[in-house]
């Protein structure tokens, strides 16, 4: 049977990278597996458009102060609105903070709904300032009323799903997401736009971000200027917009590190090729909870240094390397990967990428809403 699954999610940016990839390359798989997609994001403007993904609803939303970008959904009234005309079959929740309050809605509408863990609470709330301590009650506290509210809690990674077996929700389920490994690939590596960044002597490397408090994008110029004064020869290419970056290009030019800020990068075969051509990739984010980014550096060929504090270790295996958050053990890391071959170092981080295509990432979901594909009649050829 064909499902009406309505999505929505709030911190949804033009220029966002891993949460808009997610939300697409699910959708794709769901209206490709027979049902009916509908996504609705806050934007600027109200707008209802049939795309590749299924339907997109955008819904006017203020920007949020400090974000770089971010709108959210808050005239609730409207919102609900929208789902009672939407009728949906089954609800998917890409934000367990603003938008709480649909599992509410979808509980008395009788449909069921699950909510997407993109990260862990305790681990953002950390990179705000709270203690360790505060961070885990605060988390707790959350986490035993989202688990209350959805029918399902959906997490990408076993990293991801700890903080909910910590407080006992029994409603949880794994689903991981994936990487396109057809548009990301090693064949991408062009030596030509390697060498706009760097000579032939110097280490490449890439940093696909966004600039805001919780990803730490400081952490991997703290890692060149380490690996600078050991003696290595190497630049950055930060690929990525966000709050802290007007505070991030400052520091490079007071310190004279090599850094090019490229913003963000809209071109995703121009990104492909800017990670196919680094040396090695950094993802410094410690409270990410699977780390798309990182994936698909990986599908191109390149190897990831990561925070040990995040779910990335989970994905990178021993194809990567992962670092504790200070920039002394992230050039650590860095050196470590290159003291492997090229070749080997390459091939290992495309065959670990392999291990996560986007098929198995749409079937779990649809597992997770009880959903399976449907097969549709084909027609034939030259009947319209």
């Not at 990408?156 to 997401?177: K, M, S």
Request: hydrophobic letters at 45%.
């Amino acid at each position: 049977m064909s499902l009406r699954i309505v999505r929505i999610a709030n911190f949804v940016a033009p220029s966002s990278g891993g949460l808009r990839t997610a939300l697409r390359e699910l959708g794709t798989g769901y209206l490709a597996a027979g049902h009916e997609p509908v996504l609705v994001i806050p934007g600027e403007r109200a707008s209802d458009r049939d795309t590749e993904q299924g339907r997109v609803i955008t819904l006017p939303g203020p920007l949020l102060p400090g974000t770089g970008g971010y709108r959210v959904l808050t005239d609730k009234r409207r919102v609900s609105r929208l789902l009672e005309s939407l009728a949906p079959d089954r609800l998917e929740v890409s934000d367990r903070t603003t938008l709480r309050w649909t599992g509410v809605w979808a509980r008395r509408a009788r449909v069921p709904a699950v909510m997407v863990s993109h990260e862990t609470a305790d681990g953002v709330l950390r990179t705000w300032g709270l203690s360790e301590g505060m961070a885990r009650r605060t988390a707790d506290a959350l986490n035993v009323r989202t688990a209350h509210t959805y029918s399902r809690v959906v997490c990408t990674t076993e990293f991801a799903e700890r903080e909910f077996v910590r407080i006992g929700a029994r409603n949880v389920v794994r689903a991981p997401l994936g990487v396109d490994l057809v548009n990301r690939h090693p064949a991408l590596r062009d030596p030509a736009l390697r060498a706009r960044h760097a000579r032939a002597d110097q280490v490449l490397l890439v940093m696909c971000s966004r600039l805001s408090v919780e990803k730490r994008p400081g952490t991997a110029l703290d890692a060149l200027e380490a690996l600078l004064r050991r003696g290595v020869r190497a630049v950055l290419v930060v690929a990525g917009d966000g709050p802290l970056r007007a505070r991030l290009e400052q520091r490079a030019r007071e310190r004279r590190l090599p850094v090019t800020f490229l913003g963000h990068v809209a071109d995703r075969t121009l990104l492909g090729s800017l990670q196919a051509s680094a040396d090695v990739c950094l993802a410094p984010g410690p409270a990410e909870t699977f780390g798309l980014a990182a994936l698909e550096a990986m599908a191109c060929g390149t190897p990831v240094v990561a925070s040990s504090l995040s779910a990335l270790p989970e994905i990178v295996g021993s194809a990567g390397a992962t670092a504790a958050d200070n920039g002394d053990s992230f050039a650590d890391a860095v050196r470590l990967l290159l003291g492997r071959t090229e070749g080997g170092r390459r091939q290992a981080a495309r065959a670990r990428a392999e291990c996560f295509g986007w098929d198995a990432a749409v079937s779990g979901f649809l597992a997770a809403h009880d959903a399976v594909a449907v097969t549709r009649p084909r027609l034939q050829e030259g009947v319209a």
